[in-house]
């Protein structure tokens, strides 16, 4: 069967999305703006499942990247590490959100410098083989203002 595909367009202000019968809601995504040199820019959004059933997000992808991976990050002994993610689980009829310092979608290999309020097509790929595309902006993070 193949896996039907959502389009999903961004605003400017206040991104809500959802994807047809999916049950899986987008609330807020955005990337964060890093320095024009960076090869490595990090996505951020709640994923709501609105379904009795767990959900779970297995892959992400994007062009204008070498990759794109799930990752999740977290401190020990005092050290900040960051781990490669085979899916990040959404529990039945609850949300997980993907923040600073914790799970978050990792764009590698950045081909071309992203501004604040530029827009990164980015499909979130569920293990039931649904596929999300949404339009995600590029934003400066509050304290680099």
Do not use: C
Not at 17 to 39: C, L, Q, R, S
Not at 108 to 125: F, H
């Amino acid at each position: 069967m193949i896996s039907p595909r959502r389009t999903l367009a961004g605003l400017a202000l206040g991104f809500f999305a959802t994807a047809g019968h999916t049950e899986v809601i987008v609330k807020d995504p955005w990337v964060a703006e890093a320095p024009p040199t960076a090869m490595v820019l990090a996505g951020f959004m709640t994923l709501e499942n609105t379904d009795a059933t767990e959900r779970h997000l297995v892959r992400a992808d994007a062009p204008g990247f070498d990759r794109v991976e799930l990752h999740r990050s977290f401190e020990v002994d005092g050290v900040h590490r960051m781990e490669r993610q085979d899916s990040i689980n959404i529990p039945a009829n609850g949300s997980v959100r993907l923040a600073p310092g914790g799970y978050h979608v990792m764009l590698i290999g950045v081909q071309e410098p992203k501004r604040d309020g530029d827009v990164i097509p980015l499909t979130l790929v569920f293990k039931n083989g649904e596929e999300m595309i949404l339009s995600v902006p590029v934003k400066r993070r509050e304290f680099m203002k």
